[in-house]
């Protein structure tokens, strides 16, 4: 093919080259012809004209020959019907010969026409045409070269364009969506890259949305999970071990036990749910932020419903404004739940709770304070999978993760509620943390609340304030 081409521009150059050389060599047997033809214009004895002829060049070969002077003349290679049609027609003629051209110039003499033949051999006309030709092929050669490296980069650029899409296929096949191609090769390929990454982005955007949703569904069955668990707090005692027991008194009892039992599953079922959703949202998600404010304001919403109806008073401080941290919202709101969700599982109805926000030292605090019974062995709760209370311990396992990954911790204290006192701290994006000591920062927060509120335990019945 690369051959093909070069052919159809240098055979045409070639070619032209040719003609060129044909002319000038006609013109050059013009010029002769003319110093001929000029003489005998002057004078048409044979001694004048052999001067001229010999004049016009030393090969004999090639010297101009006059057809129709008086006195013998050398024989000449044109025709008789060449000639003749030169002296009726009384124009130059050019005509083929074997071994070259002639041109035939006629001169009017006196009543007759005389011819002047001048020779031009073939290799006159060849001259300097192998050396064209030969150079010619030299840039064909040099073409064709040029061309095939020029087609084998592009082939190989197209060929490892494929062989990476094709890979990042397989790999997205096997379940590996966070693969993507660098888009090159011909715009073709470099269009499909393109292509292929959109869809690896839309495959991991509607996982981390159906996660997502999974997820946010999990965690809307936590409110409801709690009031049916509390509701089957408030039945009578599911104990079969002492006592008689008619067989309608013993069916109920075991009917209570098995309710209570099927919520704790259901309760834990739900929380490993949550956990490992969560966990792969934030993995394909990445960092993301959130407004602490917002998320509070929100949940307490979800929660106040469940508050009034067991008549808690609750209070939300702190939450006016925007404060950002490196945590996403759906992992912020599951802790907030998770801690929350605690108080209304191991305090009385009717037991206060207080959730406050602040910003200092470069963290954000996030306090949950109850008037409950306290938290015997704070450091056995937060103790990964533990719990004084019989429970998992999954509730504060979740805030511990959060928080760590906002470069935060947990910690439990006395509040000064009278409870106990859950305090989430995150580091602050937006300041420079600086080397304070966290739980001293708790201990201070503690005390201004104890501060603002004079002393006082009393809670008041609200509404959590929107800011």
């Known amino acids: 093919m690369c051959a093909l081409v070069a052919s159809a521009f240098l055979v045409p150059l070639g070619l032209t080259l040719r003609e060129e050389v044909r002319e000038e060599a006609l013109a050059d047997a013009a010029r002769r012809g003319a110093l001929v033809t000029g003489a005998l214009a002057v004078s048409a004895e044979p001694a004048a004209v052999r001067r001229a002829v010999e004049a016009t060049g030393d090969d004999p070969a090639t010297r101009p020959v006059v057809h129709g002077l008086a006195g013998e003349q050398p024989a000449g290679r044109a025709s008789a ?13 050019v ?6 051209l002639l041109r035939l110039d006629p001169v009017v003499l006196d009543g007759r026409v005389a011819v002047v033949e001048v020779f031009v051999p073939d290799t006159v006309l060849d001259e300097g045409a192998g050396g064209t030709w030969l150079l010619l092929t030299g840039v064909a050669v040099a073409l064709v070269g040029a061309a095939v490296i020029v087609v084998d980069r592009v082939a190989g650029r197209a060929v490892d364009s494929t062989r990476a899409l094709v890979r990042a296929a397989l790999a997205v ?26 869809m690896a982005d839309r495959l991991v955007a509607a996982r981390t949305d159906e996660r997502e949703l999974v997820a946010d569904l999990s965690h809307r069955l936590r409110t409801p999970l709690t009031v049916l668990r509390l509701d089957a707090e408030g039945l009578d005692s599911d104990d079969t071990s002492v006592g008689s027991f ?75 404004f925007r404060i950002p941290v490196p945590v996403p919202r759906a992992e912020l709101a599951a802790a907030l739940d998770a801690v929350i969700g605690n108080v209304f599982r191991y305090t009385p109805q009717g037991t206060a709770f207080e959730v406050a926000v602040s910003r200092r030292d470069g963290y954000v605090a996030i306090r949950i304070d109850d008037a409950g019974p306290g938290i015997a062995n704070p450091d056995r709760a937060l103790r990964r999978g533990a719990s004084d209370q019989g ?43 600086r080397q304070v000591n966290r739980f001293g920062l708790v201990g201070r927060m503690a005390r201004e609340a104890r501060e603002q509120k004079g002393g006082g335990r009393r809670w008041p019945r609200q509404r959590p304030t929107d800011g």
Not at 248 to 258: G, N
Not at 283 to 288: D, V
Not at 396 to 421: E, M, P, T
Request: proline fraction near 4%; charge should be neutral.
């Open 81 to 93: 019907d060449d000639l003749e049609r030169t002296r009726a027609g009384k124009q130059s003629r």
């Open 95 to 100: 005509v083929d010969v074997d071994g070259g």
């Open 173 to 198: 096949g096997d379940g590996d969506l966070g693969v993507r191609v660098e888009p090159s090769g011909p715009r073709e390929l470099a269009e499909a890259g393109y292509a292929f990454n959109r």
């Open 246 to 320: 008619s067989a309608a008194e013993l069916d109920r009892r075991r009917t209570i036990r098995r309710i209570r039992q099927a919520i704790v599953t259901l309760e834990g079922e739900i929380d490993v749910l949550i956990k490992t959703t969560r966990k792969a949202v934030a993995h394909e998600a990445g960092p993301a932020e959130c407004d602490v404010s917002e998320v509070v304001r929100d949940r307490m919403v979800f929660w106040s419903a469940l508050a009034g109806d067991q008549n808690r008073p609750h209070r939300v401080s702190g939450a006016q």
């Open 391 to 433: 429970s998992t311990g999954l509730g504060l396992d979740i805030a511990r993760r959060v928080a760590l990954q906002a470069n935060g911790s947990v910690s439990l204290d006395r509040a000064h509620l009278g409870g106990a006192s859950v305090v989430m701290l995150l580091a602050d994006p937006q300041a420079t943390p």
